[in-house]
T-cell receptor, first 115, second 115 residues
């Protein structure tokens, strides 16, 4: 149980275009989902926290207009990287947790390459 | 504020030898502790967690960790490593309280098992 999927697993896009990444909890209802960014050989950096039906809470330094997060249902959250640039190339990982649970379940990640 | 320190960025060890990956944390309140493993180009997989109870926690793949409150440590150990254990290992901490809980990750330790 507690499986989180991400789609796509790998995406290449041209500079200036937007790309959407989906995060789904497959067998549980995720009241809260988290989006992380991971640079090569570094730890995970929390970008934002989203609660179902509410606006996402962004971490300091993360541009909310560039990284649009939607958590429209208890099983789906999306991250849209708008007007992507090469510096946005990174590994994006989502995680999800249920209400009253401390544990986060992580998705397999999405590698974004902006050319 | 809480923080997690993984002093060793890389740990090379011969196959079938024991290994210890160190993790120290700092927090003014009680915390829950986790160890995650990340294989290349994949998300994070939970190895083990400490929430309460016995300070020696056993996880998957033969790993175990011991919570030491006085030393504020949560070191990960395995008595005999395999080639397949080569991966990045992250220690993480969450406040043991209600409400919004942000996970703080360490910087990771790359375990390299040498045949």
């Amino acid at each position: 149980g507690a499986v989180v999927s991400q789609h796509p697993s790998w995406v290449i896009c041209k500079s200036g275009t937007s790309v959407k990444i989906e995060c789904r909890s497959l067998d549980f209802q995720a009241t809260t989902m988290f989006w992380y960014r991971q640079f090569p050989k570094q730890s995970l950096m929390l970008m934002a926290t989203s609660n179902e039906g509410s606006k996402a809470t962004y971490e300091q330094g993360v541009e909310k207009d560039k990284f649009l997060i939607n958590h429209a249902s208890l099983t789906l959250s999306t991250l849209t990287v708008t007007s992507a640039h090469p510096e946005d190339s990174s590994f994006y990982i989502c995680s999800a947790r249920t209400v009253n649970s401390y544990e986060q379940y992580f998705g397999p990640g999405t590698r974004l390459t902006v050319t | 504020a809480q923080s997690v320190t993984q002093l060793d960025s890389q740990v090379p060890v011969f196959e079938e030898a024991p290994v210890e990956l160190r993790c120290n944390y700092s927090s003014s309140v009680s915390v829950y502790l986790f160890w995650y493993v990340q294989y290349p180009n994949q998300g994070l997989q939970l190895l083990l967690k400490y929430l309460s109870g016995s300070t020696l926690v056993k996880g998957i793949n033969g790993f175990e960790a011991e919570f030491n409150k006085s030393q504020t440590s949560f070191h990960l150990r395995k008595p005999s490593v395999h080639i397949s254990d080569t991966a990045e290992y992250f220690c993480a901490v969450i406040h043991a309280g209600g409400g919004y809980q942000k996970v703080t990750f360490g910087t990771g330790t790359k375990l390299q098992v040498i045949p």
